[in-house]
């Protein structure tokens, strides 16, 4: 190393000075950018445009699934429309009002309505009632034994339903199925060779069973993820002023859940009155008068007698009626979100 090198410091480059227009020339820090006045409306048409964007692959997809079917059954409905307009032997001829007014003053389509009601109505409140019980239960037992459960649940919830249509049908069947041969080993019981749909309200309830069975893995998963949310501190508050189960339930429980319940209670409705192969196959495709839904008789209205016309409207009274649910379920919900909003 050589003196000069040891003697001599180095000096470091100049700074480049900063523009004079910027802010750190005077020291302030420098704040968000201001956009234009006139940029604003387009750059909020941009905003709000581009959620339309991303939600129109699944639009258009609805349009040409859901959109079109229900199109064309209202166009049906309204149409003379039977085998040789299916075949094209004759044009399709408009019919107005007529097939609705055939459909209403038929007396079977009212016998028909009574029954799906009473039906999907049993249904859902076995399902809910159920569900609920399933659920608590779950609260309280191991965590290995809530594992199985909830694995037998999921078990039962994936299984098609014709197949597990089919087995309930063996097991109910007079002559072979097991049921009949457990009940008859109680004393006093003797259902050997019984036949559970000789009648239309025995058949109909060994169905709902089958519908039952196949919503609860449903109601009981979405009831023990909802049960997780409880407050804790507000069971123990009601508790300490002196409430029992019962009372923690009606009182802490049931609000809480009540956007829970109202959601699963209004699909299960839609569900159970929009049942079909349960019945369709219980019954080896010909459900008699007394086992027949909605769906079943719109479907025999239509393929059955090729009146395609009246199955129409039958079928669109049907999507009527499941409007007014849903409606029910939409105002609950509205209902919910401003006492949400105003507390």
Not at 34 to 40: C, L, P, T, W
Request: net charge neutral.
């Amino acid at each position: 190393m050589s003196a000069a090198e040891t003697t001599t410091a180095e000096v470091p480059p100049a700074r480049p000075s900063p523009p004079p227009d910027s802010g750190a020339s005077s020291g302030r820090p420098e704040g968000p950018r201001r956009v234009s006045a006139g940029a604003r409306p387009g750059a909020a048409r941009g905003a709000s445009a581009v959620p339309w964007a991303l939600l129109a692959p699944c639009l258009l997809v609805l349009v040409l699934v859901l959109g079109y079917p229900l199109v064309r059954l209202v166009t049906l409905s309204f149409q003379e429309f039977g085998q040789s307009q299916l075949w094209g032997f004759k044009p399709a001829e408009p019919a107005g009002f007529d097939n609705f007014s055939k459909v209403l003053g038929d007396g079977e389509f009212w016998a028909v309505v009574l029954r799906t009601v009473i039906f999907a109505a049993g249904s859902v409140i076995v399902t809910m009632v159920l569900g609920m019980l399933v659920a608590l239960v779950l609260q309280r037992v191991s965590p290995w034994v809530k594992t199985l459960v909830n694995i037998a649940l999921v078990a039962s919830w994936g299984m098609p339903v014709i197949v597990a249509t089919t087995i309930y049908k063996w097991m109910f069947d007079s002559d072979y199925g097991i049921l009949n041969y457990l009940l008859s080993k109680l004393p006093g019981v003797d259902l050997i060779g019984h036949n559970w749909f000789a009648s239309g309200p025995q058949g109909l309830a060994v169905i709902m069973l089958l519908v039952v069975w196949g919503a609860v893995p449903f109601v009981v998963i979405t009831l023990t993820a909802g049960l997780t949310q409880v407050p804790k501190e507000l069971e123990e508050a009601a508790r300490l002023d002196g409430a029992g189960s019962w009372g923690v339930f009606r009182n802490v429980t049931v609000p809480v859940l009540k956007p829970i319940l109202v959601m699963l209670t209004t699909l299960s409705v839609i569900w159970d009155m929009g049942v079909f192969p349960q019945v369709f196959v219980m019954r080896g495709g010909h459900p008699e008068a007394e086992f027949q839904l909605l769906t079943t008789y719109s479907y025999d209205r239509a393929f059955q007698v090729n009146d395609y016309g009246g199955g129409s409207a039958i079928a669109l009274l049907t999507v009527v009626l499941l409007l007014g649910v849903v409606a029910v379920y939409m105002r609950q919900m509205l209902r919910i979100g401003d006492v949400e909003e105003s507390a």
